[in-house]
Structures are given as structure tokens and as C-alpha cells.
Antibody, heavy 117, light 109 residues
Framework: EVQLVESGGVVVQPGGSLRLSCAAS????????MHWVRQAPGKGLEWVAL????????HSADSVKGRFTLSRDNNKNSLYLQMNSLRTEDTALYYC??????????WGQGTLVTVSS | QSALTQEASVSGTVGQKVTLSCNGN????????VGWYQQISNGAPKTVMF??SLPSGIPDRLSGSKSGTTASLTISGLQPEDEADYYC???????????FGGGTKLTVL
């Protein structure tokens, strides 16, 4: 069974930094693209970033470009999102997802990031 | 404003067939497979369709299709448990980004 467990979400001040983690199991992690998708309170889904199976290719949304960095450790079956220069509009539930040819086929339960002074 | 356009709300009665649409352009839906995601009562999203494939455990009352730059999710024999928000998504070549629709709230009357 595919499992994705996010962690690291906390309350942080504007301008601060945070690293989210996603622990994956139940599939061959090092053969899949992985994504982060977020959802602000009361809003829709917003794609954040993706990383290729080997970490060689990353893409991110314009809203986070230059501030968020995606990485992975295939030896630990883990995905990471380093978030710097956080803004209040980054407040959201962050989901880790397993990639397919059309987006995502499995989702974690999410970890909540709150950016507030 | 979302790159993909979905109806804000759709409703139907139990047993009815409803179709949700997702409109894009040649750089996204016109070029790539579309995924559909169900979110019930602010729980975690669940994939209910990727491309034209049903994930394991999703009832075959759901079906997906695409024509040009419009994708559709059809739910036949609507059930109360189908009441949820539904999002479409695909890759956009011009943006080099995954794009989502704004979501459709499906109400089962």
C-alpha cells in the first residue's frame, strides 16, 4: 500500500524558513516523479513544485520560485521542501504526492504551515 | 485566476448522471493527459481518474474523456457519497508547471 507521510509544518514568522519532509513507502520511490501541492484555507489546490525520479529535474510555480527548493533522498525514500523567505500567503496545508503521467495518483494527509507574526 | 476553468458548482439527484467539465488550451489539456481529484469535506484529495484510467478502488460509475482542449468527468448513478469538490489538473508546456482548475462543488440533492 502506498503511504506518504508529511511532517515539519509549524507556525513561523514572515521571512522565516522551514523544511517539510515526506516519508514514502509501498512503492519503488526512486522511479517516480514527486510533487508538492498546497491548499490555502478555504481555497483550491495549487501546485507548488515537482522533482524527477533522480532529482535531476525540478520545476516550481512562479509564486515560490527562488524561495522554495525541492530535493529528495532516494536512499531514505524521502522528499523535502526547503521553504525560505516565507510570506503570509504561503499559509496552507502542504501535500506530498506521487507523480503519474497526468499529475498525481497518491496523496499524503498534509502538513499545515502557518506564516504569521 | 486558474489556468483551467471548471464550473463552480454542479448538482444532481441520486441516480442521475452528471458531467463535470475542465477547459484549457492547446498547451495543457490539448497536449497532455488530465487527472481528476476528489476532496470530501476538506479531507485529503483522492485521485479518481488519471488519463482515462480508474485507480484501484474507484467505482466504474466514474469515467473520463477528453475532446480537444476540454476534459470531462462523468459520474453515472450519482450517490450521496459522491458529494465533494472535484479538481482537474494537467501539465502545461508553456508554463512548465502543473496547473489546476478552480474546482467544482458537486452537490447531491
Amino acid at each position: 500500500e502506498v503511504q506518504l507521510v508529511e511532517s515539519g509544518g509549524v507556525v513561523v514568522q514572515p521571512g522565516g524558513s522551514l523544511r517539510l519532509s515526506c516519508a514514502a513507502s509501498g512503492f519503488t520511490f526512486d522511479t517516480y516523479t514527486m510533487h508538492w501541492v498546497r491548499q490555502a484555507p478555504g481555497k483550491g489546490l495549487e501546485w507548488v513544485a515537482l522533482i524527477s525520479w533522480d532529482g535531476g529535474v525540478t520545476h516550481s510555480a512562479d509564486s515560490v520560485k527562488g524561495r522554495f527548493t525541492l530535493s529528495r533522498d532516494n536512499n531514505k525514500n524521502s522528499l523535502y521542501l526547503q521553504m525560505n523567505s516565507l510570506r503570509t500567503e504561503d499559509t496552507a496545508l502542504y501535500y506530498c504526492t506521487k507523480g503519474t503521467n497526468s499529475g498525481s495518483d497518491h496523496w499524503g494527509q498534509g502538513t499545515l504551515v502557518t506564516v504569521s507574526s | 485566476q486558474s489556468a483551467l476553468t471548471q464550473e463552480a458548482s454542479v448538482s444532481g439527484t441520486v441516480g442521475q448522471k452528471v458531467t463535470l467539465s475542465c477547459n484549457g488550451n492547446s498547451n495543457n489539456i490539448g497536449s497532455n493527459a488530465v487527472g481528476w481529484y476528489q476532496q470530501i469535506s476538506n479531507g485529503a484529495p483522492k485521485t479518481v481518474m488519471f488519463g482515462n484510467s480508474l485507480p484501484s478502488g474507484i467505482p466504474d460509475r466514474l469515467s473520463g474523456s477528453k475532446s480537444g482542449t476540454t476534459a470531462s468527468l462523468t459520474i453515472s448513478g450519482l450517490q450521496p457519497e459522491d458529494e465533494a469538490d472535484y479538481y482537474c489538473s494537467t501539465w502545461d508546456y508553456s508554463l512548465s508547471a502543473q496547473v489546476f482548475g478552480g474546482g467544482t462543488k458537486l452537490t447531491v440533492l
